[in-house]
Nanobody
Framework: QVQLVESGGGLVQAGGSLRLSCAAS????????AGWFRQAPGKQRDFVAA????????DYADSIKGRFTISRDNAKNTVYLQMNRLIPNDTAVYYC????????????????WGPGTQVTVSS
């Protein structure tokens, strides 16, 4: 069992930056792949980024490639999402999720989820 809690969301102006953190409980986290997803009101949950358990393999959605960076610190049981050059279309609730196998871009393939953190980007 893994429990996840996201933090670091908030209100930021377009062009600004935020760093989201996802703190996990349970030693199993260290061998799980992790992903970030986001969901805007009235829209489906979209893939943002994923990282394998070692932190050596990453995947990104085209819409955020070059602006966002996913990383992890297994010693701290934490996954991060550094978000730079934010735009209003990045406004959404951001969710952290983990799965016991490799990276995956579909939210349906993740086993454990955090409650989410709101990111709002003003123009």
């Amino acid at each position: 069992q893994v429990q996840l809690v996201e933090s670091g969301g908030g209100l930021v102006q377009a062009g600004g930056s935020l760093r989201l953190s996802c703190a996990a409980s349970g030693r199993a986290f260290r061998v799980y792949a992790a992903g970030w997803f986001r969901q805007a009101p009235g829209k489906q949950r979209d893939f943002v980024a994923a990282i394998d358990w070692r932190g050596s393999s990453t995947d990104y959605a085209d819409s955020i490639k070059g602006r966002f960076t996913i990383s992890r610190d297994n010693a701290k049981n934490t996954v991060y999402l550094q978000m730079n050059r934010l735009i209003p279309n990045d406004t959404a609730v951001y969710y952290c999720a983990v799965r016991p196998n490799g990276n995956n871009k579909s939210w349906r393939n993740y086993n454990y989820w955090g409650p989410g953190t709101q990111v709002t980007v003003s123009s």
